[in-house]
Structures are given as C-alpha cells and as structure tokens.
Nanobody
Framework: QVQLVESGGGLVQAGGSLRLSCAAS????????MGWFRQAPGKEREFVAA????????IYADSVKDRFTISRGNAKNTAYLQMNSLKPEDTAVYYC???????????????WGQGTQVTVSS
C-alpha cells in the first residue's frame, strides 16, 4: 500500500531553517506530483507548495514564496521542503501528499502522510 512518511520537523527560532522530507513507498513515485500542506491549531489545512513529477512545475502559496523551496529526488522516492526565514506563523503540522497534478486544492491529492510538527518560536 502507499505510504508517505514525513520527517525533519522540530522547534526552531524565528529566522531559522528546517528541511522536511517525505519518503514514499508503494507507488511509482516518479509518476506523481507531490504537495506539501500545513495545518495550524484551530485552522483549516492549507496549501504550501507542490511539484510536478517532472520537476518542471513548482507552485507556492504566497505566504511562503521566496522563503520555502520544494524539490524531489525521484531516485530516492523522496520529496523535500526547504524552509528558510521561518516565522512564528509558520507553526503547524506539515503534511506531504501525492496527487495527479501539482494543484493547490486538497481534493486533488489521494494519499497523505501522518504529518510532522514544526514549531517556530519568536
């Protein structure tokens, strides 16, 4: 079965960096787009970034553009989210997901990981 496992979350001070990883198994990783979403306490899950299977297309939420970078290593079946210049408002559980196309919409993604906590202190 398809499994997505996120890692790399933690506690960091504002202005710091973290790199999240999403290891995928049970699917032909190189055929699918990957997305990152996040959910803060009391808020709805929101789109962060997505990347196409070919790496040619990447899209970002306005709130993270120029600070976060999504990438993937198809040979390693892993997607990444490099997060720089972190802000307290970036605090959330971060989820990776598999989709057909790199979209901002949750319903486009069929498989999800369990999430990894990112906490940014001020």
């Amino acid at each position: 079965q398809v499994q997505l496992v996120e890692s790399g979350g933690g506690l960091v001070q504002a202005g710091g960096s973290l790199r999240l990883s999403c290891a995928a198994s049970g699917l032909t990783f190189s055929s699918w787009s990957m997305g990152w979403f996040r959910q803060a306490p009391g808020k709805e899950r929101e789109f962060v970034a997505a990347i196409s299977w070919s790496v040619r297309t990447t899209i970002y939420a306005d709130s993270v553009k120029d600070r976060f970078t999504i990438s993937r290593g198809n040979a390693k079946n892993t997607a990444y989210l490099q997060m720089n210049s972190l802000k307290p408002e970036d605090t959330a559980v971060y989820y990776c997901a598999v989709g057909g196309e790199p979209r901002r919409v949750i319903r486009e993604y069929g498989y999800w990981g369990q999430g990894t906590q990112v906490t940014v202190s001020s």
